[in-house]
């Protein structure tokens, strides 16, 4: 269908200054929200985060613009502002940190792997798939710190949609900044489409930075708070990688024009897929204040640049984040690529067979893991508590979960204190001697 925010009417500016009540809105029930209602709570967020801290840059950078513009700009913060505390306050205060951290790595899991099968530039395709394969390894990893520290069934976050296994090991998610730059799209060919699909994830990713970085330190427990230190440095890399994807010579008047285009285009997917009719009041009124902003962007980048805003955001919606369960695909590609890793150039990704001997990976790897990887000491640890560490996926992909772990190990730069692919096959076998027994009530 054709949907034109450009032509569509948004809510009139002087409207969007809110009071402390509208603002606050009611936090959900964590045992009755939607998953993926919860996913769309943070992934807005999110974005409101990215919209709001762009303002400030482009008012601390740019000149040569006048001062009722400058005023526009700076209003447009406050209203991102405001929409951001309702958004990430809809979080209810009994939700852990942990139970929120595993939903922001389901966010990135289903979100990554929706953005890869609707995207039409292959190498940004190929690069939502690297990332994918790293978000559902820290899932996994999150899930056992889950388990033992607060006797959470991840399935109760996820609810079923995302599987909960093995992924490309966190420790080799680290990597020679010069790798994780990525060649840029073109400013000029990209589709409106790609633009807003990166800038989706982009936003996405830096909030779980943001979130990691705020609260790991919530937690005594030190290998836990070293395991939220170490995925939160590749959370950075994310930020690194998605960023490197955007053509830099984007003025700022037309990235303010994508990150307008993209605030609406994701409201617009919050307000079709919505089951929480509450929630999704607060959706419709935040498309109708971003399509204003839309305007008011499209004012600002016609009158500085002379140009239509058509040429670079097109005429029609897209839809970057229809959040459904993606077990299919993820499983297809993870099985394909776990090995995969990061070439030099910017251009391309080798297996770890591939990969040169000199590879500038290597000596990050073995400088940041060098006394132990925590990443890696979590499983060691839930095998006290559990036998064997927390997984939960269909029984087929259950049963490959050593060889995945075989393919997606490297041989050069592993922690020292690394589960290998044995010994987590006698974990399992233990796990399945003492079942029958723990069963047992008397
Ligand atoms: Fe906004
Ligand atoms: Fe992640
Ligand atoms: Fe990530
Ligand atoms: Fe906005």
Redesign the pocket.
């Known amino acids: 269908m054709t949907f034109n925010p450009l032509k569509e009417k948004g809510m009139a500016f002087e409207k969007q200054l809110r009071n402390w009540h509208q603002i606050v809105a009611k936090p959900y029930k964590k045992q009755k929200v939607d998953c993926y209602t919860r996913t769309r709570q943070i992934l807005?967020n999110g974005?409101?985060v990215e919209?709001?801290g762009f303002k400030h840059q482009f008012n601390r950078f740019v000149s040569s613009i006048d001062s009722k513009d400058k005023a526009n700009i700076s209003r447009?913060g406050r209203?991102?502002n405001q929409?951001?505390m309702t958004c990430n306050w809809m979080c209810p205060e009994d939700q852990s940190v942990l139970e929120t951290t595993l939903a922001y790595e389901q966010v990135a899991v289903d979100l990554t792997a929706w953005l890869a099968q609707n995207e039409p530039d292959s190498y940004v395709k190929e690069t939502f798939d690297f990332g994918l394969l790293e978000d559902f390894d820290h899932l996994y990893r999150y899930s056992q710190y889950a388990y033992m520290r607060e006797g959470i069934e991840p399935e109760d976050i996820v609810q079923g949609q995302t599987d909960i296994i093995t992924g490309r090991p966190t420790q080799h998610h680290h990597n020679c900044n010069g790798l994780r730059l990525r060649k840029h799209y073109d400013k000029s060919t990209a589709s409106p489409q790609t633009k807003v699909n990166i800038l989706t994830v982009l936003s996405g990713e830096q909030q779980t930075h943001n979130f990691y970085a705020e609260h790991g330190f919530m937690y005594g427990d030190h290998v836990l708070r070293e395991t939220y230190a170490e995925i939160k440095d590749v959370e950075e890399e994310h930020v690194t990688m998605y960023e490197s994807l955007t053509d830099p010579s984007e003025t700022l008047f037309e990235k303010l024009l994508l990150h307008?285009f993209t605030?609406v285009c994701n409201?617009y997917t919050c307000v079709e897929d919505e089951t929480d009719e509450k929630i999704k009041k607060y959706w419709e009124i935040?498309l109708d204040?971003?399509i204003e902003?839309l305007h008011i962007a499209a004012e600002i980048f016609k009158k500085y640049e002379k140009r239509d805003p058509e040429e670079v955001i097109g005429s029609n919606i897209v839809i970057p984040c229809r959040f459904k369960s993606q077990k299919a695909y993820v499983q297809k590609i993870l099985e394909k690529e776990i090995d995969k890793r990061l070439a030099p150039n910017g251009k391309y990704y080798n297996t770890i067979d591939e990969i040169p001997k000199d590879w500038a990976s290597y000596p990050v790897q073995e400088r940041v893991s060098e006394i132990s990887a925590p990443s890696e000491n979590c499983i060691n640890i839930v095998e006290f508590y559990h036998d064997r560490d927390i997984i939960k996926a269909n029984e087929n992909l259950e049963n490959k979960e050593v060889s995945l772990l075989k393919k997606g190990l490297q041989k050069t730069a592993v922690a020292k204190n690394t589960v290998f692919p044995e010994k987590l096959q006698n974990m399992i076998e233990k796990h399945e001697e003492r079942k029958k027994i723990k069963e047992k009530i008397i």
């Open positions: 807005m974005i409101e919209g709001w447009l209203i991102e929409q951001q307008e605030e409201y935040f204040m971003e902003h």
